[in-house]
């Protein structure tokens, strides 16, 4: 899976979910947690999700 289709696929789980954790997501797409928050850093830094202590929030 492309980090594009990751990242498309944690904004889904987000919307769902209303919260994502680094641990799950990293288990979920087989990938490092490091993958996983640079993924969650590139989608904050893009105004898609806010960053919390070991996951994301929706943006409020």
């Given at each position: ?23 799950e997501l ?35």
């Open positions: 899976m492309l980090a594009s289709q990751r990242k498309q696929q944690i904004l889904q789980i987000l919307t769902e979910e209303k919260q994502v954790m680094s641990g990293s288990q979920r797409f087989n990938v490092s947690e490091d993958s996983i928050r640079r993924d969650l850093r590139e989608l904050a830094a893009e105004g898609k999700l806010q960053r919390v202590h070991g996951g994301a929030l929706p943006v409020s």
